[in-house]
């Protein structure tokens, strides 16, 4: 690749609003300039590296960050406290744990149906799903092919985003059930209870109503 | 006797898995008997203090309940002839659930250092050869959007008609009158005459449907004006009666 | 001024979403680290000389300007070229608000007339139908058999395709949109009749054989 391009591969992201791929930044060299520059995805990561190494050698509060499958300019974190003041974006209020919990189950599992989310939740999921739905987070896919049909849903770029990963491939993997069964908290506990202890409790237990005398 | 924490349990799952941290349970060996009592006990808490109890909640009193019952009975055996523990179901949602929930704290971890970088706020001085597309302005679009689009165009016209037509007093009976009369005079008039004095926008859609009213009457005729995009109104002369 | 908040000022004009006047960088960082920073607008003023000498060290591709109101990151007139082709690529790939619904209730209502649209819009529509006929996402199907005999438009393959679905039924139903914001007293109510039920159920427990039959 030409060095020339260098800084319009930087002048690209700088004026883009959104994340932009390597792939739009090639196809816009090779429209303007021709078919025939010398110029591919893997350059332009390259000379990426080798912008944020100029900002750092100058300094500077901000970085070409790689998010949604694209590039994009971002201030530095630790910039948050003047950059939080000023802008609206601090007035945003954080995602709930229900919203973050529904994320998580549509991000792992997607393309995936409401009944599926419920399942795995235990609770109508119909107001959060539109929370998110509204926020962009995620977005209808299409159909499932199973009796009636229920729309699938899937988290969206602005997800990626939101998160600030490159790809949905970068979220860290849910723990396996096998490892869970490993987990401190529940094998510290297992070896203290004993078996017939249940059933003992299921004998002394004739009347659940006066479980709630005990509340108070 | 319990302090159990309202309101910070997003469903019956989670309520279960806190029961089982709490008390120390082993979660494969989940002493039914013992947490069914628990979560009655919150259940009947959260009605004392006449808070809503969400139907998830409610319906895993009732699974709770019925396991509690099967354990007591003669164990059912699977295909292979082992025992099939009625827990198990149970049991195999609550680890599923719980690996979601401790996703859900990493994305939360996520979120709060994605909230310490902004992303550059202004693009307005950037040099573009180009003329800025009005339509460059407006986000992607999906099928959400679609729909959204659809519910918005079809809800939003009947309620601003039904408030406007009170405000202004305009009804479809007066317009269809007010339609034959202009047609007393003349054989023909086209649309935009008869909107000619019309300032509100609700009044003209009202005269419109007054006049689509008296096409089904089949008291006037409509026809394509010489005009583009115009058409005439015409009498029609009563057939029968 | 200290030399720490040339960064400070360089992210406070980077994550601005408008023009930042002097005397609001002054006013964020006294807010914040206290009134009594030495910093005024004139030293804002030389800092921006300071920054735009660093990014041209670098050979970088934007600068500070300074405009009537503040001050603004901008790409160097010669990237123009670059910069304005990808604002026109991507608009090539998104649809305005008035396209958007005139999309919609075609879809939803196909086949349909202009005088329909239009009645359900309240306006006059002929340059979105030519902009969506010329974007191929609708297409003429035909006459209608009413009086005039006004064309009918329908939406095309391509539509299929922009919003991935397989067949034009597959659309979501706007009534599973509602769904997901169903009655909330509705569902008040049928918990609390559930919730009696199983209170009998538990009170009544005595024969457990019998309650079995009553759960199922």
Redesign the interface.
């Known amino acids: 690749m030409d060095k020339i391009y260098l800084t319009v591969i930087e002048a690209l992201i700088f004026a883009s609003d959104e994340p932009i791929p390597a792939s739009e930044i090639v196809k816009t060299i090779k429209d303007l300039d021709g078919e025939d520059i010398k110029i591919t995805p893997s350059d332009i990561e390259a000379t990426i590296d080798e912008l944020n190494k100029k900002y750092e050698s100058i300094e500077s509060s901000f970085r070409i960050l790689r998010i949604a499958n694209g590039y994009i300019f971002g201030t530095k974190q630790e910039f948050a406290k003047y950059v939080g003041y000023l802008s609206t974006e601090k007035s945003k209020r954080r995602l709930s744990q229900a919203a973050l919990e529904t994320l998580a189950i549509i991000a792992y599992k997607q393309p995936i149906t409401k009944p599926e989310i419920e399942m795995i939740r235990g609770v109508n999921s119909d107001y959060i799903l539109n929370t998110l739905l509204e926020k962009n987070l995620i977005t209808i896919k299409g159909r499932s092919e199973t009796i009636g049909r229920p729309l699938l849903y899937g988290t969206t770029e602005e997800f990626l985003k939101y998160f600030g990963l490159n790809n949905i491939t970068d979220l860290p993997k849910p723990r396996e059930i096998e490892e869970i069964m490993k987990d401190q908290d529940f094998i510290d506990q297992k070896n203290k209870i004993m078996m017939n202890q249940i059933e003992e409790m299921a004998e002394n237990e004739t009347d659940i109503g006066d479980s709630d005398n005990e509340i108070e | ?2 302090k159990v924490k309202l309101n910070t349990f ?5 309520l279960l898995l806190f029961f089982i ?1 709490r008390d ?11 947490i ?3 979560f ?2 919150y ?3 959260l ?2 203090l006449d808070l ?5 909640f ?5 699974t709770l ?2 396991i ?6 003669p164990k059912e055996i699977d295909e292979k002839g082992e025992e099939i523990d009625p827990r198990q179901d149970l049991v195999n ?1 609550l ?14 971890f ?21 003329p ?5 302005l ?17 809800m939003e ?1 009947p309620k601003e008609a039904v408030h406007q037509i009170k405000k202004f007093n305009v009804t479809i009976d007066e317009q269809i009158e007010y339609i034959l009369a202009k047609l007393e005079h003349k054989a023909s008039i086209n649309f935009i005459e008869l909107a000619e004095f019309m300032t509100e ?1 609700l009044r003209i ?1 009202v005269t ?1 449907i007054a006049l689509l009213e008296l ?1 089904k009457m089949e008291k006037i ?4 004006a010489p005009e583009f ?1 115009q ?1 005439e109104i015409y009498r029609l002369e009563e057939t029968n009666g």
Chains 1, 3 share one sequence.
């Not at chain 2, 809503?52 to 998830?56: K, N």
């Not at chain 2, 409610?58 to 009732?62: G, S």
């Not at chain 2, 800025?132 to 460059?136: L, P, R, T, Y």
């Open positions: 006797m319990y997003e469903g019956p799952l989670d941290k120390e349970l082993d979660i494969y060996d989940i002493p039914i008997a013992y069914t009592k628990e009655m006990s259940l009947h808490l009605e004392k809503e109890i969400a139907g998830d409610i319906l895993m009193a009732a309940m019925q509690k019952v099967k354990m007591l009975l949602a680890l599923e659930y719980k690996r979601y929930k401790e996703m859900s704290d990493e994305l939360s996520m979120e709060s250092t994605q909230r310490k970088i902004t992303y550059r706020g202004n693009f307005a001085a950037d040099e573009k050869e180009a800025h597309d009005m339509e460059s407006l986000k992607n679009i999906s099928i959400y959007d679609l729909i959204k689009a659809f519910q918005k165009a079809m016209k926008k859609i419109f096409v005729g409509l026809r394509e995009n058409f």
